[in-house]
């Protein structure tokens, strides 16, 4: 395991605080604001910790304010339910007295039904494709900080990077992703750590087709919502095809959606997130015409 995965590791083994309350840390970085994957899986790791059985098969959240990177965030778990096959929690995550993010996830023991999926869809294999790290020193070839740390995901983006000023304007894309090292054999730990990757990408598809510095103040950016089903059981830590695409931007919000597909075309997980795309308006008619 590496390093940078086990801190992330670190960051999931929350603190028991009280009776269904939990605290989560933050990394030292520097950060304007807590990255929405960490609070997501922090809280996903909460609600899993009230539950003794059934895995989770979905999650719906919201982002309701920046978390404070230098703060703990307290994670406020309700027990709605607890059935024969299905469990229910509600997460709250609180930081200086307020709610931040609040997460509703879902538990169920596997049955046997009916049974289909989509084809994953046919791409080189993630050995094939250079790390991120290469791809952004070849291309940019200077590294800034971010690109220069490690990492917890492994991210091999198939095609252009999605910033480069060489990519397609297709809002679509394809990333080979996987943990950075060997995780232990917990079902929950895994699925967190793919809640965590998640939304790592998501917010790429959105932006993709448009030319938006986000250095610059002209623009804001943020996840206002994400959602996904797991669908069978996964490992984290072996790669996955994470398909990407955003049908839609409008009225300063953008809608993304993804699939998770395993190495072998099992199709692990679905998602769509909403994320908020804010900008002046002499950019917003730039962008229109771009």
């Known amino acids: 395991m590496s390093e940078a995965l086990e801190f992330l590791v670190h960051l999931l083994d929350l603190e028991t605080i009280e009776v269904n309350v939990y605290r989560g840390i933050n990394p030292t970085e520097e950060r304007q604001r807590t990255f929405g994957g960490q609070v997501a899986a922090q809280a996903l ?15 719906h959240s919201y982002f309701l304010r920046p978390g404070d990177p230098t703060t703990p965030i307290l994670y406020e778990v309700d027990r709605i339910r607890d059935g024969k096959s299905f469990t229910t929690r509600r997460v709250v995550a609180v930081q200086h007295g307020r709610a931040i993010y609040n997460m509703q996830a879902s538990f169920h023991t596997d049955e046997i039904s009916i049974e289909h999926q989509i084809p994953m869809p046919d791409v080189p294999g993630p050995e094939s494709v250079d790390s991120l790290f290469d791809r952004v020193q070849s291309e940019f070839g200077d590294v800034n900080e971010w690109f220069s740390r490690h990492h917890p995901i492994d991210q091999r983006f198939l095609g252009e990077l999605p910033w480069s000023p060489n990519r397609s304007k297709d809002p679509h894309q394809q990333i080979w992703i996987k943990a950075d090292g060997t995780l232990p054999d917990d079902p929950l730990l895994h699925a967190c750590v793919v809640t965590y990757a998640s939304d790592m990408s998501l917010f790429d598809a959105i932006l993709k087709p448009h030319s938006i510095k986000w250095d610059d103040g002209s623009f804001m950016g943020a996840s206002l919502d994400h959602c996904m089903w797991f669908h069978h059981d996964l490992r984290a830590d072996e790669w996955l095809l994470f398909d990407t695409e955003s049908p839609i931007a409008f009225g300063g919000r953008g809608l993304a959606r993804g699939f998770l597909f395993s190495r072998d075309g099992e199709l692990k997980v679905s998602m769509v997130q909403e ?16």
């Open 275 to 290: 994320g908020l795309t804010r900008v002046t308006r002499s950019d917003a008619q730039r962008a229109a015409t771009s």
């Open 45 to 59: 790791m909460a609600a899993g910790r009230t539950v003794n059985q059934g895995r989770v098969h979905s999650l």
